[in-house]
């Protein structure tokens, strides 16, 4: 079952950046690029560093730990670089007007 949610406004996520966001007992990440947003597991899956504090890689599409530089497809979730294991639950995020949703699917 999937559930959209208004996690914020479009605007509250600067261009290049992110934000960590605890929502129904989900910690996760908003990367914004340009007009495209991204939203995977906000812990990392090998010591569970925050990646909020780690840097994104837009050219490559990869949000990175600043902890040991592991790195995961902001796309997929998928683990890319090592330490980085095991994938991040993404979810589809979108700008619908004014308002950035996330579907949750259960
Ligand atoms: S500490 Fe988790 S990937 Fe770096």
């Known amino acids: 079952m999937d559930t ?3 996690l914020c ?5 600067p261009d290049g950046g992110m934000k960590h966001f605890e929502i129904m007992g989900y910690d996760i990440l908003v990367v914004r690029l340009a007009d495209r947003f991204f939203c995977v597991d906000a812990a990392c899956t090998y010591k569970w560093a925050m990646l909020q504090d780690g840097r994104v890689d837009p050219d490559n ?4 730990c600043k902890d040991c530089n592991g790195s995961w497809d902001l796309e997929t979730g998928q683990p890319r670089d090592a330490p980085a294991k095991f994938p991040l639950t ?3 995020a979108e700008a619908v007007g004014d308002d950035l949703i996330v579907t949750f699917t259960y």
């Not at 406004?9 to 996520?13: A, F, G, L, P």
């Open 4 to 6: 959209d949610v208004t």
């Open 9 to 13: 406004k479009v605007e509250d996520v």
């Open 61 to 64: 599409l990869l949000v990175i």
């Open 90 to 92: 993404s979810y589809r």
